[in-house]
């Protein structure tokens, strides 16, 4: 390991302690600001973490989500919590094992289409069973779990996806996504076994996101189909990662966290033109910042050492 | 890693640490003294707009003007004028959360007034509860109203539970069935989500204690564009009742496929959205005697009032059940206000325990579970209005009337 | 024979859906997350004729269509040209038109709520039944069909007879050779945006006959429009009308036969398989 490794290790620990001094503000305005900007971290970064290298766009993260959901609110009364964190990670990992199984022959859009019809199908079949086996009415999980847990908790999940992301950059896994990533058909040709290391990563993607799903669970208190499958974790999910730059492993937390704030300000200032508001900047974004905020940088950095140089 | 990278993630992080702390000077608004802040979330985009833009946000503007044009709240200290605070909670609960909190920390607001829909408003409870909001629920049908209430001291519930809903509509065709006006056979379809499956598991042993055949029993998914099979499908059981737990967009949906269909039963409910004036609007005399959830005594002079009063001030028509309900909600929030006198939450929680209110629908009261005992439970279209046939305990109920045909 | 009927009417209601996008994504390369609030625009304007001034949707076609067309072809020129030209490879554009029209999706949610509120609209229209073999079915839905072949036929013979139709095919084919043989691949790229967004909007209309639509329901019919032109394959008018009806047919077919709980599980799942042994949808080609 290398000096400038574990300084940056120490910066990012340092960082995380940061973070994780938030509740005792006290203010539940920010506790409740901060989950949601800590698993839409911990979701974008997981996601990344298989589609940064790869350049596979997955919409799938809301059926994984609702799938760990929808396994602590089936299981809350019967199986202890932490147990049921362990089902989520292995229900979500096994499915996206399936998935990742399934669609290595589809690559670009059909991929992402792919996904997206997958999603909605594990959410309807996951309603249809409910509606007829699982006897109950609504499910309900009430627990005494408050916001403050739930932020340390998608906290503490955060680091542990940071630190796999950064080992997984370190291994072969990680050498053989990258070159995956430029050129399949190289990779393949280079002895590296592509679809193993696709399919792996994407169940460290799509566990993690279960795992999301369960943590938020006690927060929602009340699941239906609707909230826990919500297509639109997925697209925000994608959105964020692009925005921040999905190439790096820090890339995606930098567009959640602006992205979040942005959001919760056209929230409360335009309450009622939110949404036109929320277009224009997203256009804005899209047309000012083309390779996601760390490219900007990336650019910002290089001119200035290109000037200092010169 | 690099030196380069390095330098990177220091800039990258000073870029993201700036936008944190120059956030709250933004969203902080300013506080002003003297009004009384109401808080309200609740959908204007996402999948219950719909719902919420018929039955929730009028009411609430028409209260709010309502109040102020008497002068204000009239406290202890002289009146106070109410400034309405309004969030959009896209549907989503985390929205709904995260408003609950701002309206709490960052508006300041005196009174946070419960959002709209079963989920977002359970999935709000806890944040009401812990900041010690009172939360006067209306659009919550749920049989867990004594657990969440136990959980939940400050949680108030006006519209219902599920079970009495499916009570009163298995009631209905079994009294049909009893005088000998249609035979025993139900066909029962439910949308496939949290309300509709709720009333559909309560329903079944329900329609069958009262001596119901349920001989078609199917769900369809939300968001099914072609409901001709689901209906074609109860049509060939021979039903003498249709009982559809339905939501909005299939609810009009299944009204136009049974006429397509000539679905001929002497008793047709469906459950949300039924008793709106869109669906009269858009079907006209078809719909005469179709039954839906809700309903309200619309010959009551103070109905009559309130809806023209809704009607004037919002542009719009209030619905048949939960629109008056609504405002009732905050006629009994400001009675209470009143009575203590100033914004003091936790009294105003005790008061609402204890005392009833005179509203548009009549005295509420809750009860020790801080439930709503008495409310309507079954509309029925007749002659271009939604009469309330069945309630716990309101007055004003008509006859029930039988389907004929859809001309 | 009902299933079979139903199921049809069903799926000329998905073409409808699903055409215009087709012609975007095909030939301009635009994956147009905003195509199912201009479909919802399209209902809201036919909504709106016909309330305010009793014109029929069927008539109100030749107003919506026009309009339609104008818009989506300034959307073009403004928002996705600068895309298109600074994209480096096919795979970004792509990356790049998901994000700008996903922010175009919200900012039309946001003008049609400012416009027409979040309230349900719907009205009867031609909701009288016809009979077909002995069974009822809603007379909009038939003509909506009708529409929709219509629609299919004249963009078939179009494509495949007129000279700036086998441009299209062309450019859909080959951006960079249609450029190589003097085709403007530019002109023609907004031509079929503006094109698609057309059917779409005039695909709304006709839907708004028989469906509740609101300012926020879009993204359902988003979603049910990208699976059905991938299932037929992305470029190919053909292939999505097989898809349509294959998927309007399942769909009534599980509905009637087995659960309605099930159809869209069922319909996802027939889009998986297909996926999954024809990985480039019904009628498309392997794109290198």
Redesign the interface.
Same mark, same amino acid.
């Given at each position: 390991m290398s000096q400038a490794e574990i300084r940056n290790l120490l910066v990012a620990a340092a960082l995380l302690c940061v973070a994780a001094l938030l509740p005792l503000t006290g203010d539940g305005y920010y506790i409740a600001l901060g989950v949601t900007i800590a698993m839409y971290t911990v979701l974008a970064t997981s996601w990344a973490l298989f589609s940064g290298p790869t350049h596979y766009i997955s919409l799938a993260t809301a059926a994984f989500y609702g799938l760990g959901t929808y396994t602590v609110a089936l299981g809350i009364d019967v199986v202890p919590y932490w147990l049921l964190l362990v089902i989520a990670l292995v229900v979500g990992a096994v499915a996206a094992g399936l998935v990742g199984l399934a669609t290595l022959r589809l690559s670009g859009v059909y991929f992402v289409i792919f996904t997206l019809g997958l999603a909605e199908m594990i959410r309807q079949v996951v309603t249809w069973v409910q509606n007829n086996f699982a006897g109950h009415r609504g499910l309900y999980v009430l627990t005494d779990i408050t916001e403050e847990i739930i932020y340390w908790e998608l906290l503490g999940l955060a680091a542990l996806v940071f630190l796999a992301g950064w080992l997984i950059n370190r291994s072969r896994l990680g050498f053989a996504l990258r070159i995956i990533g430029n050129d399949e058909v190289v990779a393949a040709h280079s002895g590296i076994d592509t679809a193993r290391a696709k399919v792996l990563l994407f169940m460290v993607s799509g566990g993690v996101a279960a795992v999301v799903g369960a943590l938020m669970a006690p927060r929602w208190t009340y699941i239906e189909p609707s909230l826990a499958f919500t297509p639109l974790i997925s697209f925000t999910v994608v959105i964020m990662a692009l925005l921040g730059g999905a190439g790096r492993l820090w890339g995606p937390v930098i567009g959640v966290v602006p992205f979040a704030i942005l959001w919760e300000i056209t929230s409360a200032q335009f309450p009622n033109q939110r949404s036109l508001l929320l277009g224009i900047a997203f256009l804005l974004i899209v047309y000012a910042i083309p390779n996601g905020i760390i490219g900007r940088v990336e650019d910002l950095v290089r001119r200035v050492r290109q000037r200092r140089e010169a | 890693m690099k030196r380069r990278d390095a330098l990177k993630l220091t800039t990258a992080t000073t870029l993201a640490a700036a936008g944190t702390l120059a956030a709250p000077a933004i969203l902080r608004s300013t506080r002003a003294a003297g009004p009384i802040r109401i808080g309200a979330v609740a959908p204007k985009t996402g999948p219950l707009a719909g719902g919420a833009t018929v039955s929730h946000w009028p009411n609430i503007y028409l209260w709010v003007e309502q109040v102020n044009a008497r002068g204000g709240l009239q406290l202890a200290d002289g009146p106070a004028m109410v400034e309405l605070i309004e969030y959009d909670d896209q549907t989503n609960p985390g929205e709904t959360i995260q408003a609950v909190q701002r309206l709490a920390n960052q508006d300041d607001a005196h009174f946070i007034l419960a959002p709209y829909g079963t989920g977002l408003n359970i999935a709000a409870a806890p944040i009401f509860d812990r900041l010690g909001y009172p939360q006067i629920a209306v659009t919550a049908i749920t049989d867990q109203i004594e657990e969440l209430a136990g959980n939940f001291p400050n949680m108030f519930f006006t519209l219902g539970s599920t079970t009495a809903f499916a009570s009163a509509v298995a009631e209905i065709v079994a009294g049909l069935r009893d005088s000998g006006q249609i035979g025993n056979r139900v066909a029962m379809v439910n949308v496939a989500d949290a309300f509709g499956i709720e009333l559909a598991a309560a329903g079944r042993p329900i329609f069958e204690a009262a001596g119901l055949e349920i001989v078609y029993d199917q769900s369809y998914p939300l968001g099914t564009q072609d409901l001709s099979p689901v209906v074609r499908g109860a049509k060939d059981s021979q039903p003498d009742a249709f009982v559809a737990w339905s939501y909005p967009p299939d609810t009009f949906g299944l009204a136009e496929q049974a006429m397509i269909e000539d679905l001929d039963v002497r008793a047709f409910y469906s459950a949300v959205a039924t008793c709106f004036p869109a669906y009269r609007d858009r079907f006209g005399a078809s719909i005469n005697n179709v039954l839906g959830a809700g309903g309200v005594n619309p010959t009551d002079p103070r109905f009559q009032e309130y809806a023209a009063a809704h009607q004037e001030v919002t542009g719009q028509e209030p619905d048949y059940w939960a629109s008056a309900t609504t405002y009732s909600s905050l006629q009994i929030l400001e009675q209470a206000i009143e009575a203590i006198g100033e914004p003091d939450r936790a009294g105003v929680s005790e008061y609402l325990k204890a005392n009833t209110f005179d509203t548009v629908l009549g005295d509420i009261a809750f009860n020790e579970h801080n439930n709503n005992e008495r409310y309507w439970t079954c509309g029925q279209w007749q002659d271009g209005v939604f009469h309330g046939v069945a309630s716990t305990g309101r007055e004003g109920a008509v006859d029930v009337r039988l389907k004929e045909g859809w001309a | 024979m #009902? +299933?079979l009927i139903?199921g049809l009417?069903?799926g000329g209601?998905?073409a409808l859906i699903a055409m215009g996008l087709n012609l975007q994504?095909g030939v301009a390369r635009i !994956?147009n997350l905003a195509n199912g609030e201009l479909l919802v625009a399209g209902g809201f304007a036919a909504f709106w004729i016909y309330t305010s001034g009793q014109v029929s949707p069927l008539a109100a076609i030749v107003l919506v269509a026009p309009a339609a067309f104008v818009l989506n072809w300034l959307i073009y020129r403004v !928002?996705l040209r600068?895309?298109v030209n600074?994209a480096r490879s096919r &795979?970004q554009l792509? =990356?790049?038109s +998901?994000?700008?029209t996903?922010?175009?999706?919200? +900012?039309?949610? &946001?003008?049609m709520?400012?416009i027409f509120?979040?309230?349900?609209f719907?009205? %009867?229209y031609l909701?009288?039944?016809v009979t077909l073999f002995g %069974?009822?079915? &809603?007379l909009n839905r038939v003509v909506a069909f009708l529409m929709a072949s219509l629609i299919a036929l004249a963009l078939f013979l179009w494509l495949n007879l007129s000279r700036p139709g086998m441009a299209i095919r062309a450019v859909s084919v080959s951006p960079e050779s249609a450029q190589l043989v003097g085709i403007d691949v530019r002109r023609l790229s907004a031509l079929a945006f503006a094109l698609g967004g057309a059917v779409t909007a005039v695909g709304g209309a006709l839907i708004s006959t028989?469906?509740?639509l609101?300012? %926020?329901?879009g +993204?359902?019919f988003t !979603?049910?429009a990208?699976?059905i032109?991938?299932m037929g394959g =992305?470029g190919d008018i053909r292939g999505t009308i097989v898809a349509a009806l294959i998927l &309007?047919l399942a769909?009534?077919l599980v509905?009637?036969v087995i #659960?309605?709980?099930?159809?869209?599980?069922a319909a996802? @799942?027939m889009?998986?398989l297909i996926? @999954?042994f024809r990985?480039?949808?019904l009628f498309g080609r392997r794109?290198l």
């Open positions: - | - | #009902d +299933i139903a009417l069903l209601t998905y994504y !994956m !928002m600068p895309l600074r &795979g792509e =990356v790049d +998901i994000l700008a996903f922010g175009l999706s919200f +900012i039309l949610v &946001g003008v709520l400012a509120g979040g309230d349900y719907s009205y %009867s909701a009288t039944p %069974s009822n079915f &809603g028989f469906l509740t609101d300012a %926020s329901i +993204i359902l !979603m049910k990208l699976i032109v991938i =992305v &309007g769909e009534t509905a009637t #659960d309605p709980g099930l159809t869209l599980a996802y @799942l889009f998986i996926l @999954l990985p480039q949808g794109t």
